[in-house]
Nanobody
Framework: QVQLVESGGGLVQAGGSLTLSCAAS????????MGWFRQAPGKEREFVAT????????AIADSVKGRFTISRDNAKDRVYLQMNNLKIEDTAVYYC???????????????????WGQGTQVTVSS
């Protein structure tokens, strides 16, 4: 079973940047698409970005397009989320997740991803 551990969250002022990292272990990381999701208090978990197992394909939510970038390093079993020009509404717990099957890409549904990391808090202040 793969294990995912996020890091890199924190407190940042609006307009600032953060890079989240997700370390994977336990199975062949390079065969699985990966995703980032977020959940704000009182809201449902929402899709942020996903990247295919070979890093050639990505999909980004409209709410963060042009500000966030997803990438991965299969040699290091890591996936990253570079977040620029952060807004107060980006405040949430950010989760990384692995697609629930090898060589699958294209879904933005949380139900198509398992397992999940424990999450990392991102707080954007004014």
């Amino acid at each position: 079973q793969v294990q995912l551990v996020e890091s890199g969250g924190g407190l940042v002022q609006a307009g600032g940047s953060l890079t989240l990292s997700c370390a994977a272990s336990g199975r062949t990381f390079s065969n699985y698409a990966m995703g980032w999701f977020r959940q704000a208090p009182g809201k449902e978990r929402e899709f942020v970005a996903t990247i295919s197992w070979n890093p050639g394909n990505t999909a980004i939510a409209d709410s963060v397009k042009g500000r966030f970038t997803i990438s991965r390093d299969n040699a290091k079993d890591r996936v990253y989320l570079q977040m620029n020009n952060l807004k107060i509404e980006d405040t949430a717990v950010y989760y990384c997740a692995a697609r629930n099957g090898p060589l699958r890409f294209g879904s933005a549904r949380p139900a198509d991803f398992a397992p999940w990391g424990q999450g990392t808090q991102v707080t954007v202040s004014s």
